[in-house]
């Protein structure tokens, strides 16, 4: 054989071979069995989280609408802020939206530490203005006492909302049977029908706007691709902040993490049960109506993303 053709050989089965393990590779990555976080400032940001006396009238903590016991999310389908007041927007969940690419619904907000400081304003969820909470911080023993260990000085509104982001690092949740199989981990087998649920998840393409490390948080999609979704004026989509109407109902993908422990779902908590929110998905993204096995596998698949609660959250005071 010619000398250049074995070379060209040896490129065209080494493209295949390079080719076949990209195509291989799965679109979800597991969650980091370790993520790095200053321990000190979590800890002074899992207080501040738990803390009523950061909203305007002492009943509203970032947990009211964040509720660990509940994947980190609200029960309810749009939160309810200080004096009863009403949102038009259902919370999601905090856990793992330290790997979220931006932050809200619409990715307002770049990162955790600027997100923070969106509830603390907002006159429907804790209607309040750092000077009061400055002041509200000095007043408290702990607190003082806390800050100067942690950054050295007086309680500061900044410092605060850079606590809590800390914390909301903290708020990972590793370990899920999914992120077990995608290691390789030993005994850790998908059942048939989980295996199923995650074939029929790539082969009917939600796996394009659901993917990487949070199963989606990583771009902005349109809710109602194919078959439209009611809009609604005022929803935080995309079109509240570019105003171009091909941007209405768009909104970052949301986690599909732990999404078993989140209902209801969707940005307007419409859909009460995860078949539910499943059945809309398939309908309005993807155009068609999914048959009840398939509905049920897609499911089971969704169940092995649930991941152990964040260690902090487990460590006492
Ligand atoms: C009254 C209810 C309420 C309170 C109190 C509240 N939140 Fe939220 N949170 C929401 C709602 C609703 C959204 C979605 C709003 C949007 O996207 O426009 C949200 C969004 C978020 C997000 C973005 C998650 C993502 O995937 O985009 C994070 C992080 C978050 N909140 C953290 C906090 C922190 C920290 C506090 C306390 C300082 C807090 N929240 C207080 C209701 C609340
Ligand atoms: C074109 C992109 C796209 C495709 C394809 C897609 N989704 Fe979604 N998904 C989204 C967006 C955007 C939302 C948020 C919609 C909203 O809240 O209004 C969402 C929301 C969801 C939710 C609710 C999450 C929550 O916390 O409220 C589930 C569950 C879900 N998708 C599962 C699926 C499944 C299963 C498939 C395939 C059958 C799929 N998605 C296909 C973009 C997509």
Redesign the pocket.
Known sequence: MHPKTIINNIFFVLTLFIGSTLWAEEPIKPIPLHVEYDRAKAKLGKVLFLDPGISSDGTVSCHSCHDFDHGG?DPRPVSIGVHGKKGNV?A??VFNSYFNFRQF?NGRAKDLKDQANGPIHNPVEMDMVPKEIEKYLASNGYYTQAFKEVYKRPPSYEDMLDAIAEFEKALYTPNCKFDRYLRREKGVKLTKQEAEGYR??KM???????NGINI?GNS????G?IIP?KWKEGVPDRYDITHDPKDK????????RN?EL?A?????GS?AT?RE??QK??YH??GFE?SKAEIRA?EAF?KTLTGEKPAILKEGD
Do not use: E, R
């Open positions: 999310a259902n999601p969940t619904w029929l998840f009917l393409g939600c796996v394009t706007c659901h989606g902005f999609q349109k809710f691709l979704y109902n768009v909104y970052k993908v949301p986690t599909l999404i989140t209801p779902y969707f940005h307007d859909a995860l929110s499943l998905m398939a993204n993807l999914l897609i969704l």
